[in-house]
């Protein structure tokens, strides 16, 4: 019903920028917060940061002032811009949408997307 896609990983030394794009598309009547989480090896998914359909923002500390999300809620997509990367920073990066659907029940349903990966390198 909702497909969420993401693009943007890499490979980058520490200090340098990667750009994240995720769009989510699908039976969608409204897409509420978006946000990116992040899985290293053998740690559990954190959250990175979230973003609110009227552009309320939200990070982790570790992130703060180095990443920025924003949205373009006319494409129903989440972009996360992260710049002065660490190595700590390596990890598959996740795209997380809250959506309720076109089926007329107002309910609303969490979609992921299929994670990209961000390595930094030292």
């Known amino acids: 019903q909702v497909q969420v896609v993401e693009s943007g990983g890499g490979l980058v030394q520490a200090g340098g920028s990667l750009r994240l794009s995720c769009a989510a598309s699908?039976?969608?009547?409204?897409?509420?917060?978006m946000g990116w989480y992040r899985q290293a090896p053998g740690k559990q998914r954190e959250l990175v940061a979230t973003?609110?359909?009227?552009?309320?923002?939200r990070y982790t500390d570790s992130v703060k002032g180095r990443f920025t999300i924003s949205r373009d809620n006319t494409k129903d997509s989440v972009c996360l811009q992260m710049n002065s990367l660490k190595p700590e920073d390596t990890a598959v990066y996740y795209c997380?949408?809250?959506?309720?659907?076109?089926?007329?029940?107002?309910?609303?349903?969490?979609?992921w997307g299929q994670g990209t990966q961000v390595t930094v390198s030292s």
């Open positions: 699908g039976s969608i009547f409204r897409v509420n917060t």
């Open positions: 997380h949408t809250e959506v309720i659907l076109t089926d007329g029940l107002g309910l609303q349903y969490a979609y």
């Open positions: 973003i609110t359909s009227t552009g309320i923002t």
